[in-house]
Nanobody, 121 residues
């Protein structure tokens, strides 16, 4: 059974940085596209970034483009989300997800449990 576990969340001041990780336990991690999502308090979950199984192709939602970087290290079964220049509106629960397709929607098949990120002003 495939499991995704996020880590790296926490409290940071505006303008600061965090790096989230998403570790996959299961087989064939290198065959899955990965995505990162955020759910802010009282809002629906929103797509942030995606990376294909090769790590070559990435896609970002406009609000995080230039500030966030998605990457992956297949040898460690891990995907990352480097977040710089954080803003209070980046506060929320961050989820990673995996799917055999390279997706920019929320129809991913596998999901992690989420990690809280809080950005103080």
């Amino acid at each position: 059974q495939l499991q995704l576990v996020e880590a790296g969340g926490g409290l940071v001041q505006a303008g600061g940085s965090l790096r989230l990780s998403c570790t996959y336990s299961g087989r064939f991690f290198s065959k899955y596209g990965m995505g990162w999502f955020r759910q802010a308090p009282g809002k629906e979950r929103e797509f942030l970034a995606a990376i294909d199984w090769t790590g070559v192709t990435t896609y970002y939602e406009d609000s995080v483009k230039g500030r966030f970087t998605i990457s992956r290290y297949n040898a460690k079964n891990t995907a990352y989300l480097q977040m710089n220049s954080l803003k209070p509106e980046d506060t929320g629960v961050y989820y990673c997800a995996a799917d055999l397709a390279f997706r920019m929607d929320d129809a991913y098949y596998f999901w992690g449990q989420g990690t809280q990120v809080t950005v103080s002003s």
